[in-house]
């Protein structure tokens, strides 16, 4: 009889620090290591058996746009077939992985979150090439990814336990929670460990089997993932792979009437069509889909006039260029006192200025390429819209992508409320100034967006940061730092309105959008 280990409560995995020269030799040793694996062919995985296909695509380095980071089998050759059989597969395989234990699928967890903590540079330096990710932001992105396995695994145990009922005389009641069925997991390219991990393994965890569809921009990253899964011996058939290089996969997941849940992290456009398509019933369907979206944002960072102005341009310039301004919590608003304006863009250009441009294997590089063509366009496309709208760029605007898809921090001020680059996701490191009259007009604009994801607020006035607790409307909000960096089990995380269901990932309640509550009552 397996005993249950005795767990630590969970504490998140620290972050490398690269100024210690063993770290960086570490890391140097690592980015060396994947280098000699670029370039090598990746299957198709479903119920353990890897299949090839007469199609491939090729993810590339956005940073080296010659450098290949690996070749992929691609399903969308023969979409409708393979769903079929990654689906089959994913229902054989639950009608035994819902009865193992809670206890032994936690385990399952823990023992991937100490191969990745193991080859924690490992993973990050196949983010640094496919990606485009820093040493920093890559390392982040693995300990996060860790954090999820270890958080979700014990809050797993934790709702598998006796659940609080009312005790009723003669009667033996009791409430418990079961698994849904076979999932599609449709993660992001610009987390593509931590987000991956997270949404295929709360699934999984909960005693549901799935198909992970990975990012056609990130699919090496999802692959080193289930080479982990199978040397932890996750059973054949629990998570099944199917990489492809457009939506044909995506499209029939959604549709197929024996996927019980969708779960997806991505733009706006495509989820609000998830949402759409999984409300449709299909023939053969016996349950309502339930989605799990979590979309864009337009995130705005807030500072008034009695703000510290010093914290305030550190806070804006690492929330709206970190990773390149790819975050769906980046800042990409900052809505500034008037009274203020001068003197926080004065050091707010000053920092942005200092930032070091270049190829994310070296290990000073701040910002590097975004992740793609058209990513590159639209960031391109859309700082000549909010110069025609009005804007003038005080750093940056303009690209690069001779080489990688590099564009420059960009900040554009005298931005008007309502204006393109205001309203509209960019997903770039493109941050928009907005002078307001004063709190209440910024909490104003603030608001004024389809979106309500992460925002922030700068101020000293206890008064301000009480009237935003009530009236900034968004998912997550900070005071007094900056709206990026949110931690597994310290800032669950998920947004109001267009931003998504408000799923809070790294939250006490997140595995339940994954399970089904049953109440059992027994006569006495």
């Not at 849904?180 to 709360?202: E, H, R, S």
């Not at 909490?443 to 309500?452: H, K, Q, R, S």
């Amino acid at each position: 009889m397996q005993t249950q280990r005795v767990l630590d409560e969970f504490r998140n995995e620290p972050f490398t620090d690269f100024s210690q020269p063993e770290n960086q030799i570490a890391m140097e040793a690592a980015i060396e290591g994947v280098r000699g694996e670029l370039g090598r062919e990746n299957p198709i995985v479903i119920n353990g058996k890897h299949f090839t296909s007469e199609n491939n695509f090729e993810s590339i380095n956005p940073a080296d746009k010659t450098q290949v980071v690996g070749i992929f089998a691609d399903a969308d050759a023969h979409a409708e077939s393979l769903v079929d059989q990654a689906i089959e597969a994913a229902t054989d395989a639950f009608k035994i992985w819902q009865n193992v234990s809670a206890a032994e699928r936690a385990e399952y967890l823990f023992k991937a979150a100490a191969i990745l903590r193991e080859r924690k540079h490992y993973f990050s330096a196949w983010m640094i090439f496919e990606a485009g990710k820093t040493w920093a932001e890559a390392d982040g992105d693995t300990a996060e990814a860790i954090d999820f396995l270890e958080f979700y695994g014990r809050e797993m145990l934790r709702w598998a336990g006796p659940q609080p009922v009312t005790p009723y005389e003669g009667e033996n009641n009791r409430f418990e929670y079961v698994p849904l069925g076979v999932g599609a997991i449709i993660p992001p390219w610009n987390f593509p460990l931590a987000i991956m991990v997270g949404m295929t393994m709360a699934a999984v965890v909960a005693g549901n089997t799935t198909v992970l569809k990975p990012s056609p921009d990130a699919p090496t990253i999802a692959y080193k993932f289930m080479e982990v899964l199978e040397e932890i011996g996750l059973p054949a058939g629990v998570v099944n792979f199917l990489p492809s290089s457009g939506i044909k996969v995506g499209e029939y997941l959604v549709a197929h009437p024996k996927t019980r849940f969708i779960s997806f992290t991505g733009s706006k456009a495509v989820g609000l069509h998830i949402y759409e398509e999984a409300a449709k019933t299909r023939e053969g369907q016996r349950w309502m889909k339930r989605v799990v979206a979590e979309m864009g944002g337009k995130d705005a960072i807030v500072v008034a006039d009695d703000a510290d102005l010093d914290s305030a341009a550190e806070g804006v310039v690492s929330a709206a260029f970190g990773f390149q301004g790819q975050k769906c919590s980046a800042c990409s608003r900052l809505i500034v006192d008037e009274k203020v304006h001068a003197p926080l863009m004065e050091k707010v250009i000053e920092l942005t200025k200092k930032l070091k441009i270049g190829l994310p294997t070296e290990p000073d590089t701040n910002l590097t390429a975004v992740i793609n063509q058209k990513s590159f366009d639209k960031a391109t496309s859309m700082i000549q819209k909010g110069i025609e709208e009005g804007g003038k760029v005080l750093v940056g605007g303009k690209g690069d992508s001779s080489n990688g898809f590099y564009v420059e921090p960009t900040i554009i001020d005298d931005v008007k409320p309502q204006s393109t680059i205001e309203q509209e996701e960019i997903f770039a490191p493109v941050l928009a100034v907005i002078k307001a009259k004063d709190f209440d007009h910024a909490l104003e604009i603030a608001n004024d967006t389809p979106y309500g994801l992460t925002g922030a607020v700068y101020s000293t006035s206890q008064g301000n940061l009480e009237k935003a607790k009530r009236e900034f409307h968004v998912g997550n909000l900070y005071l007094n730092r900056k709206c990026t960096g949110a931690l597994v089990g310290v800032h669950p995380f998920g947004g109001f309105n267009m931003s998504g269901t408000d799923s809070k990932a790294g939250g006490r309640e997140y595995l339940l959008q994954f399970m089904q509550g049953k109440s059992v009552s027994q006569k006495l």
